[in-house]
């Protein structure tokens, strides 16, 4: 049978035919047009914020040329104040007119200048004759504003725009009170802008089609409309809005006014710019015309297309659903099939008072197989395990892959544990027999984890996860067993779970660092080398010990992982120590998991060549358990020029004949019999033992666990060749690394001790 035969499987939606074609069609034509929707709105918004930044650029050209103009103008008025004072202008009049006939002919934008006493009568005015007699400016109101304002300020005063009928121009007349020595008012200079003048750097604004350009005044009347319009001048100048703000009525857009405005610091007027709605509709139906003729293109050609999809969509859905849902490896289900099928079962039987059993199902020593046979022969066993466990299955029992070398069975309806326990031996037994893979007799047996609903969890995310803890007890406690699950275990297993699952992406989260410990030289404890080591400061579990995190490495087989990032950071780190120190010897720890890999040595002679790290500057620590299995790579590792070194020597099934045989160069002795060698002479002893040994057969030794005087002492005085421990250096980074070594060279003296 197969695993979604079964009576109570998952159901997944399965459209068919016509009607589904039908709904997918007409789906996607709602989709373009909601897509078209969302892109006419999107389109929309974009015309109308490049029409805002247009009129931005020109709202601060213009509030800048006006400025400019009326700060011109100004400072005109106060040159020609003064020269029309110089020559008593006040009392004779006509001798003025020659120095305002000479500065109008400056600048032509002026329509011309007028000289008034402070009461508002004017004396002299540009172009009236001499004879001709002159109204004072406080005769008419809105010129009697204008100058009690200029009056009582000391910049120039704008006034209303108006209309000379004399000149037949419209005027923005300007005013600026001129000032004795003591500050006293003694003439008023009033002048007029010809707004039309060609000179009027406003008028060479580029405006384009449907824009206007304003001047407001702060009382409310326009004093400047751009572009001008002979016809609505009147119109425009001739009576106050009801706020410098108010909106033309004729700038709103359904979806906000297309209008700007920004406010004069120096003057109080405000710069208005607007569009005509016309001219946004008409740049808007541009920019759309072309998506609109694609959408119809676009329905027009899935019509056409949706005969053609009838006929392939039935095979295409078919294979879609299956690859959703399966393994693409053994085409069991996945784990979102999985657990969708635990909720229902669980889900019955909570209505029937049954249990349900979810067991995990690991390969045991299936990465050996894999490394060793390859990964072709590796999927087959995956393939005929799958096919195997299906066979111990009931009618309504479910199995799929989790992944890697792990599979998921579900049994539904079951009376009590006892039927579970059952089961899961009978899953060993079929582990029991060799599976056949392509002329190769392969054993391999299982590990399983049970968990029971209802007993162990009431959902899928508890069965799995206490499931996959039972397994973690059934690993750890030999292989080849099955063990259900038991709240008592849950901590301390849940412990190691957790920092396997954290292992597992701390490479990709950046949580693993290597750090260096230095090795000095054993008379004048010059730092010689270092080991490289490797930390994790988990984002989730804090700052992990490697006591706790190896361990589960070298047992999932993440070590290699591992091993290999160790080594890359290493000889790379050593490209900036050799800078400093040339003959600096790194040393790096080799799992036994890594030396079982073919593909070790060439790998690693590979990145050794490249790193362009000469290979006598790399010692490999390997552990004595893995000389008795590893000589013929020691010999090649030698050949190729690198360093051998017994890590924790004695601790282990130490043997002399190995010594003998094996091209290993160091000694390295461990920290146990250190750490108490001042009053255990059993460990003085040892120590003595290995160093004899070690200098007949001219092998280097190393000391690690350094702490005190006496320690150091002794091994001194045997001709201990190095020593490593807090004593002499802790791990560091290697940015401390570096500085350490940079600042010894620069005083060039051996490194002393540091203080502790």
């Known amino acids: 049978m197969t695993p979604l035969s079964s009576h109570n499987a998952p159901t997944l939606p399965h459209h068919r035919g016509g009607s589904y074609l039908r709904v997918v069609y007409l789906s996607t034509v709602v989709l373009m047009a909601v897509a078209l929707v969302l892109f006419a709105t999107h389109t929309w918004r974009e015309t109308r914020n490049s029409f805002f930044v247009e009129l931005d650029y020109v709202n601060r050209l213009l509030l800048q040329t006006t400025v400019s103009t009326l700060e011109h103008q100004a400072s005109m008025l106060r040159v020609l104040g003064q020269r029309l004072l110089e020559v008593d202008a006040l009392n004779h009049p006509e001798r003025g007119r020659a120095v305002v006939d000479e500065l109008l002919a400056i600048d032509s934008g002026m329509a011309g200048f007028g000289l008034s006493r402070p009461d508002g009568q004017l004396v002299l005015v540009s172009g009236v004759p001499a ?104 119109v425009h100048y001739g009576s106050a809005s009801d706020a410098p703000s108010a909106m033309p009525p004729e700038t709103a857009t359904p979806m906000g006014a297309i209008i700007r405005m920004e406010r004069m610091s120096a003057y109080p007027l405000t710069v208005v710019s607007s569009y005509d709605p016309a001219a946004f509709y008409a740049r808007y139906a541009t920019r759309m015309t072309m998506p609109l003729l694609l959408f119809a293109m676009a329905v027009i050609v899935g019509a056409l297309a949706y005969r053609y999809m009838r006929r392939s969509q039935q095979a295409f859905e078919d294979d879609l659903i299956h690859h959703a849902s399966h393994d693409a490896l053994t085409s069991l289900p996945n784990r979102m099939w999985l657990e969708n099928r635990i909720q229902q ?211 999932t087989g993440m070590i290699e992982t591992l091993g290999w990032f160790v080594l890359h950071t290493a000889l790379h780190d050593l490209h900036w120590i050799r800078a400093i120190v040339n003959d600096f010897e790194m040393s790096i720890n080799v799992s036994l998991r890594q030396f079982r890999n073919p593909d070790f040595i060439p790998r690693l002679l590979e990145r050794l060549k490249a790193s362009g790290v000469p290979p006598g500057m790399i010692e490999l620590e390997v552990t004595e358990s893995i000389m008795a299995e590893s000589s013929a790579q020691f010999e090649v590792l030698r050949g190729a020029g690198l360093r051998l070194a017994i890590d924790d020597f004695g601790t282990g099934f130490s043997s002399l004949s190995y010594l003998k045989r094996l091209p290993v160069t160091t000694l390295k002795i461990d920290r146990e019999f250190v750490r108490d060698l001042e009053i255990d002479s059993a460990d003085k002893a040892l120590i003595t033992a290995i160093i004899a040994v070690a200098r007949e057969l001219e092998l280097a030794t190393v000391a690690e666990g350094i702490e005190n005087d006496g320690q150091l002492q002794f091994l001194q005085a045997q001709g201990c060749d190095q020593l490593q421990g807090y004593m002499l250096g802790r791990p560091m980074a290697i940015r401390d690394l570096l500085q350490q070594l940079e600042s010894r060279m620069v005083r060039n003296i051996a490194l002393p001790r540091p203080l502790h």
């Open 131 to 234: 004879h001709r007699r002159l109204p004072s400016l406080m005769d008419r109101e809105p010129s009697r504003i204008g100058v009690e304002a200029a009056i009582a300020s000391n910049t120039m005063v704008v006034g209303r725009t108006y209309y000379l009928p004399l000149l037949d121009r419209w005027l923005i007349p300007v005013r600026l009170a001129v000032r004795g020595g003591n500050g006293e008012v003694v003439a008023l200079m009033t002048a007029g802008i010809d707004i039309d003048a060609a000179s009027a750097m406003w008028n060479a604004i580029e405006i384009r089609p449907g824009m206007q350009l304003s001047l407001v005044r702060d009382d409310g009347f326009t004093q400047l409309v751009l572009p001008s319009d002979p016809d609505r001048r009147a």
């Open 345 to 555: 079962d669980v889900a019955r039987a909570q209505r029937s008072g049954r249990h349900v059993a979810v067991m995990y199902v690991d390969l045991d020593q299936f990465k050996r197989v894999n490394d060793t046979l390859g990964h072709k022969l590796g999927d087959c066993l995956l393939r005929a395990c799958g096919q195997r466990l299906q066979k111990s299955l009931r009618k309504g029992d479910a199995i799929g892959r989790m992944g890697g070398d792990e599979f998921l069975l579900i049994f539904p309806d079951l009376s009590d544990g006892g039927n579970a326990r059952v089961l899961a031996a009978r899953i060993l037994e079929e582990f029991d027999r060799p599976f056949d893979i392509e002329g190769h007799e392969l054993f391999s047996n299982a590990s399983i984890g049970v968990a029971l609903f209802p007993d162990d969890g009431r959902d899928a995310d508890t069965l799995l996860k206490n499931a996959d803890t039972a397994l973690f007890l059934a690993k750890d406690e030999g292989r080849n067993s099955f063990r259900f699950f038991e709240p008592r275990l849950n901590k301390s297993t849940s412990r190691k779970i957790e920092v396997e699952h954290a292992l597992r992406s701390a490479l990709a989260r950046n949580e693993l660092r290597v750090v260096y410990q230095p090795k000095a030289e054993a008379g004048s404890l010059r730092w010689e080398g270092a080991e490289a080591l490797l930390r994790w400061n988990s984002e989730k579990l804090g700052e992990v010990s490697p006591l706790e995190f190896i361990p589960v490495a070298e047992e």
